[in-house]
């Protein structure tokens, strides 16, 4: 059991869990996921098993909170989850926190991920709310995307959700596009709005098509081989389906969100809010109490993040209050007898990065030799991936966290060498 924890102005009666993988990686998406290829499935996966191992520890072990109002289970593609797994979670953070009477339990969904069979699993395990990653009606366009569903997946899961509805057996469901694509034009847009109304979801997200750097979007957008919409075409997109969704009943809440009256998504109210919340796994950001604190979007930086967690004050003390300050901190105080490249190791492997100059002074070292080993991480340094800010040197995230070991190995050869150095008669 976590310690109880201390008062605050924001108790958070939400959490955020995240389910990193997915079949395979859209053409567009630069999230914290793990493609696992098409033929995954948790039943059968172990990494899928080792991950969510992590999670239900990283739950069991918060503090104390106030039963939960809204649980959203986002990624990734939660779906290539099996309704027994996706339970067991609920089941942690009933255990941990409690659920109030009638708290919003959202799941995303993707289509081609899910049967009937199952989506009745995950409604027997209490999930009130499905987000559904539609994106388009368009099978060229979802080829073109990356997606692994086509357009009659698509209405086949609207359809069996809008059914789960009238039955009462789900509260409300929401359908994700994606507009500003590719060779999109007016006519083109408004005819995916007609389609989405006609399948009936009580909410809608519409979010711009951005281009993230490191994605194959990226890389076609700068051979000049995506035909994206102008500035003017972009707002006319955006200004049509404000007026297109309003005329159907859609009241607009929230820049990317579009809902009937009663069906806005209490979860996405809560950060807007300012409240705060709880955030679980690989990439997720929680804010417990109003302090934000981004936890590593790799899987090898979040397993190390854990286990240093688990090492130094609990995982309850990375989401506590004055967790993301204090962190480092505290773990520099749980580690004061490493050396001096152990401390620089495990505090590197941390978001909130190490007091290199002043681990370096405790440890005995000159300016000359920290300087040296400045000079072994210049490459990296010189990308970026490795930066001074705040009096803290930080891997940036997520390239730097992606090469850490590369930059750690960097540093026990250095280490090495300049023992060897001390010790001649060794
Ligand atoms: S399914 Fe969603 S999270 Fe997964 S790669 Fe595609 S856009 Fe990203």
Redesign the pocket.
């Known amino acids: 059991m976590g310690p109880a924890a201390p008062p605050g102005p924001w108790p958070p009666r939400s959490a955020y869990l995240h389910i990193p993988f997915?079949?395979?990686?859209?053409f567009?998406?630069d999230?914290a996921?793990v493609?696992l290829g098409d033929k995954a499935d948790g039943a059968s996966s172990g990494s899928i098993a080792r991950y969510l191992e992590q999670l239900l520890a990283e739950i069991a072990a918060a503090p104390e909170g106030p039963p939960l109002s809204t649980v959203y289970v986002g990624?990734?593609?939660p779906s290539m989850l099996t309704p027994a797994q996706l339970g067991q979670l609920l089941a942690a953070l009933r255990a941990r926190f409690g659920l109030a009477p009638g708290a919003e339990l959202s799941l995303e969904m993707?289509p081609a991920s899910f049967d009937q069979v199952r989506l009745a699993g995950y409604l027997a395990a209490g999930v009130t709310r499905v987000s559904l990653?539609g994106q388009s009606f368009d099978d060229a366009v979802l080829e073109r995307l990356?997606?692994r569903h086509r357009r009659a997946d698509l209405l086949q899961a609207a359809a069996w959700l809008a059914a789960a509805q009238r039955r009462g057996d789900l509260a409300s469901w929401s359908l994700d596009l994606i507009q500003g694509l590719p060779g999109q034009d007016l006519a083109a847009w408004d005819a995916q709005l007609a389609q989405a109304i006609a399948q009936g979801p009580p909410h809608l997200s519409v979010y711009d098509l951005i281009v993230e750097p490191g994605t194959v979007f990226e890389r076609l957008e700068r051979r000049g081989q995506l035909d994206l919409p102008d500035a003017d075409l972009a707002a006319d997109l955006m200004e049509h389906t404000g007026r297109r969704l309003a005329a159907a009943g859609y009241g607009h809440y929230e820049i990317s969100n579009y809902a009937w009256p009663g069906h806005a998504s209490r979860h996405n109210r809560v950060y807007w809010s300012g409240a705060g919340w709880w955030g679980f796994g690989l990439g997720a950001t929680s804010a417990p109490w109003g302090e934000r604190l981004a936890r590593p979007r790799t899987r090898e930086a979040y397993g190390a993040w854990l286990e240093q967690q688990r090492g130094a004050e609990g995982v309850a003390g990375a989401t506590g209050p004055g967790a993301a300050a204090a962190a480092g901190e505290a773990a520099g105080e749980a580690l004061a007898g490493m050396p001096f490249d152990e401390r620089v190791l495990v505090g590197l492997r941390r978001r909130e990065g190490v007091r290199l100059e002043r681990l370096a002074a405790a440890a005995g070292l000159g300016a000359a030799e920290l300087a040296s080993l400045l000079e072994r991480w210049r490459p990296y340094r010189e990308r970026g991936l490795l930066r001074a800010e705040g009096g803290r040197w930080r891997l940036s995230d997520p390239e730097g966290l992606a090469l850490s070991n590369a930059v750690l190995r960097e540093l026990l050869e250095w280490w090495e060498e300049r023992d060897g150095r001390d010790r001649p008669g060794d």
């Open positions: 997915c079949h395979r990686r859209c567009y998406c999230f996921v493609p990624g990734g593609t993707d990653g990356g997606r």
